[in-house]
């Protein structure tokens, strides 16, 4: 019953993390892209606007987002008192789920090697997961 009780409250944190993982992109956004649509396709889904509400992403949008917060919480359960192997698995996952391009290319690289403000966005994910979690 309480690993029962435990995967509901990993599924909460997960759902929670993702959307306020995606208000927090959008509210990044500079003021005047914050209204602009972002016509994107993400995991191969349909073209759509990501530039909406989390709730009003489609399904395969969502995903990312999903995942980004499966990682935090796998990586607070496997690392619950190390913030930075936690935001390193944090960071391993991402580049399984982001392929390298043009664009991520920079962020491709060990977590160690990583820019100061990269390795804190990971930190991030960490630190809002395990409020989420009560860790």
């Known amino acids: 019953m309480r690993e029962y009780i435990n995967i509901v409250l990993t599924e909460s944190a997960i759902s929670q993390f993702a959307s306020a993982a995606h208000d927090e992109w959008r509210r990044s956004l500079p003021p005047n892209e ?77 977590y160690d090697k990583l820019p100061e403000d990269e390795k804190e966005k990971d930190r991030v994910h960490v630190r809002t997961m395990m409020k989420l979690m009560e860790k």
């Open 34 to 110: 914050q209204n602009i649509p972002r016509i994107r396709s993400k995991n191969g889904g349909p073209k759509a606007d990501i530039n909406v509400p989390f709730d009003e992403l489609h399904p395969t949008a969502q995903q990312e987002n999903l995942a980004a917060g499966k990682a935090a919480a796998e990586a607070v359960i496997e690392f619950p008192n190390d913030i930075e192997k936690a935001a390193e698995y944090i960071h391993i996952e991402w580049m399984k789920r982001n392929p390298k391009d043009d664009y991520t290319a920079a962020q491709h690289v060990p």
